[in-house]
């Protein structure tokens, strides 16, 4: 008589399927349900649009008053907004940068278009730390959003595998990403290297364009190795700086997601950088690994700027991230690293808060969402601490550009 799979275990342990399967298996699954719920989100094409803005918003924007914009309506002068009911009028980002453009042309013209001169360089903010669920990708995104909002001509560029960055702005990683269309088409070191400009993509967002990731960048992190015997190729560190100088004519400012670790990638964008911020989550355990996080880099960088990597930061700062003011223990931390970093750390902080966290439920940002789908209170101050953490780097970028405040 044959054994029964309960008289032979090596039998049972072969039927099983292996390891790598299984989670091959659950990836695919995930993702094919990801995508689908892209579709039933983003209907028809599973693209994202963004939201109009009310005339109060547009002009909040812009920097002008509502009555203003209105006149300028009623004259036909710049584009026509939407009328909906009641007669509220609503306005496109693009057309919000249209009316940039018209009040720059005027006569008593005050710097509506805020791009950069020719002698302000482009701003490379490195948003960084080894800790996951530090708030990186989420400060990354909303800083981002909010430059193009106030009317910068910005580049996001996300340098995590894990890509989160690239599905919050409407690319699910291995659907819309394929091979050599990431930033490692640009740095690695083989005869497929791309210029940056053909990996650069539009967003749907007016004014923010986008470097896609996903897993072929852990690529570099392998080739890196075996380039650093060869003597010919381009320093690893400077490689990131190199490609992004390519195409800085383009931007003001550009937002590198670095990933959670200090790998060759995390070097080269803080090689790249003209400032760095740095996420950190106000408990113990986050500090901790904070610290770690700075004493590796002081290490790692230094070992670089022998090798001739050239660091000239405008500013370091650390932003304070899912705060919650009524935790005691919470505001201890803040407080312990205030006493250490004095203005290192924003005097703004971003709050933990449901609407952040409810908004990326259907991958959107808070910019992106409607006041109308929160209460106002939560929005309020949600919004609030968003616009006084960017505002604050907004504020640095201009120090160093030689701006008034």
Not at 369 to 388: H, K, N, P, Q, V
């Amino acid at each position: 008589m044959a054994d029964t799979p309960q008289d032979n275990p090596r039998a049972v342990a072969t039927a099983r399927p292996s390891i790598t399967s299984l989670i091959a298996a659950d990836g695919g699954s995930l993702s094919a349900e990801l995508n689908a719920l892209r579709r039933t989100l983003f209907p028809p094409a599973s693209a994202k649009l963004l939201r109009s803005f009310t005339s109060g918003e547009a002009a909040r924007l812009i920097g002008v008053a509502d009555g203003y914009l209105r006149q300028l309506s009623l004259a036909g002068k710049g584009p026509e907004p939407e009328v909906g009911p009641g007669g509220r009028r609503s306005y496109t980002l693009d057309q919000i940068n249209e009316l940039r453009l018209l009040l720059d042309d005027g006569p008593k013209s005050k710097g509506y278009v805020p791009h950069r001169s020719g002698t302000e360089h482009c701003q490379v903010l490195a948003v960084v730390n080894f800790k996951g669920g530090s708030g990186k990708t989420t400060t990354a995104a909303h800083l981002a959003q909010y430059l193009a909002l106030k009317g910068y001509r910005v580049l996001a560029v996300d340098l995590d595998p894990q890509a989160s960055l690239t599905a919050l702005h409407g690319y699910q990683p291995e659907f819309d990403v394929d091979a050599n269309q990431t930033l490692y088409a640009a740095i690695r070191y083989d005869a497929l290297r791309r210029p940056l400009s053909d990996v650069v993509r539009r967003t749907y967002f007016p004014g923010l364009d986008l470097v896609p990731a996903n897993l072929e960048l852990m690529e570099f992190e392998h080739d890196t190795p075996k380039a650093l015997a060869d003597q010919e190729a381009e320093p690893f560190f400077g490689r990131i700086a190199t490609v992004l100088g390519s195409v800085a004519d383009a931007y003001d400012v550009m937002i590198l997601d670095c990933p959670p670790q200090l790998g060759f990638l995390t070097l080269g964008a803080l090689c790249a950088a003209t400032a760095m911020l740095v996420t950190v989550h106000p408990q113990m355990l986050d500090v901790m690994s904070m610290c770690q996080f700075l004493l590796m880099a002081s290490d790692l960088l230094g070992v670089v700027q022998e090798a001739g990597a050239e660091l000239d930061y405008d500013f370091l700062r650390y932003v304070v991230t899912r705060y919650e003011p009524s935790d005691g223990p919470q505001t201890q931390m803040v407080a312990f690293m205030r006493s250490l970093f004095r203005d290192r750390v924003l005097t703004h902080t971003m709050l933990k808060s449901t609407a952040v966290s409810d908004a990326g439920l259907s991958k959107q940002t808070l910019y992106e969402i409607g006041r109308e789908s929160f209460s106002r209170t939560t929005y309020d101050r949600a919004i609030e601490a968003l616009d006084g953490v960017n505002g604050e780097i907004l504020g640095l970028m201009q120090q160093a550009w030689g701006r008034g405040a």
